[in-house]
T-cell receptor, first 118, second 107 residues
Framework: GAGVSQSPSNKVTEKGKDVELRCDPI?????LYWYRQRLGQGLEFLIY????????KSGLPSDRFSAERTGGSVSTLTIQRTQQEDSAVYLC????????????????FGEGSRLTVL | SQQGEEDPQALSIQEGENATMNCSYK?????LQWYRQNSGRGLVHLIL?????REKHSGRLRVTLDTSKKSSSLLITASRAADTASYFC???????FGTGTSLTVIP
C-alpha cells in the first residue's frame, strides 16, 4: 500500500485477554517503530526494529508486551493478559533509514490501533 | 534521554495570528523534526532541520534551531482553523517525542 497500515483500527477486549496489533509498513522501509499514546498524552516509545532485529526494546513497559517483525516487513505487537492501563492508541511508524546514532529519514505513521480494555 | 519537550502545553489563538511553540532537548543531535497530529489521527511529518542549520522555511512554517541552547521553535504564520492540532518535536532516531503543544485556532 501507499502508506503505513495498522489493524485493527479499534479493539475492545476484556481484562486478561491477549491482543495482537498488526503494522504493515511502507514497502522498502527498513526501520519500524511502535509507540503508545494514552488519551491526551504524548507518544511513549515502545520498540524499534531495524530489519527483523530489535536493537532497542527498552520502551516495552512489561514482559506482557512483545513484538516481532518477519521478512523485514509486517510487525505484530502482542499484549498478553491485558490490563485496563493498557488502554491507549498504539501507533506504528516506518522510515527508509533507521540507523542507530544518525537517522535522517522522516517517520511515516499509521492511523493507529485504539485499544480499550474493559 | 534525548527526549524533546514542547512548550507551551496548550496554545489558543485567533485565526490570522501567528503561533509559536518551542522544543527543548537534552543531548547533542544531528537533526530535529517537527510533526503534527490531528485529533484521533497519526502523526504527519512537517519539517526537518539539521544541526548545521539555524533556520528553515516551508510555506507558512518557520523553524529555528539553537544548538547552544538545545532548543528549537516552530512558528506558524497567518494561522488558520485547519492548523488546530497537536505539534510534536522529535530528536534523531525518532525514538523520543515530547508531550506536544496543543494548538487551537479560533475562527
Amino acid at each position: 500500500g501507499a502508506g503505513v497500515s495498522q489493524s485493527p483500527s479499534n479493539k475492545v477486549t476484556e481484562k486478561g485477554k491477549d491482543v495482537e496489533l498488526r503494522c504493515d509498513p511502507i514497502s522498502g522501509h527498513t526501520a519500524l517503530y511502535w509507540y503508545r499514546q494514552r488519551l491526551g498524552q504524548g507518544l511513549e516509545f515502545l520498540i524499534y526494529f531495524q530489519g527483523n532485529s530489535a536493537p532497542d526494546k527498552s520502551g516495552l513497559p512489561s514482559d506482557r508486551f512483545s513484538a516481532e517483525r518477519t521478512g523485514g516487513s509486517v510487525s505484530t505487537l502482542t499484549i498478553q493478559r491485558t490490563q485496563q492501563e493498557d488502554s491507549a492508541v498504539y501507533l506504528c511508524a516506518s522510515s527508509l533509514v533507521g540507523l542507530a546514532g544518525v537517522n535522517t529519514g522522516e517517520l511515516f505513521f499509521g492511523e493507529g490501533s485504539r485499544l480499550t480494555v474493559l | 534521554s534525548q527526549q524533546g519537550e514542547e512548550d507551551p502545553q496548550a496554545l489558543s489563538i485567533q485565526e490570522g495570528e501567528n503561533a509559536t511553540m518551542n522544543c527543548s532537548y537534552k543531548t547533542s543531535i544531528n537533526n530535529l523534526q517537527w510533526y503534527r497530529q490531528n485529533s484521533g489521527r497519526g502523526l504527519v511529518h512537517l519539517i526537518l532541520i539539521r544541526s548545521n542549520e539555524r533556520e528553515k522555511h516551508s510555506g507558512r512554517l518557520r523553524v529555528t534551531l539553537d544548538t547552544s541552547k538545545k532548543s528549537s521553535s516552530l512558528l506558524i504564520t497567518a494561522s488558520r482553523a485547519a492548523d488546530t492540532a497537536s505539534y510534536f518535536c522529535a530528536t534523531e532516531n525518532q525514538f523520543y517525542f515530547g508531550t506536544g503543544t496543543s494548538l487551537t485556532v479560533i475562527p
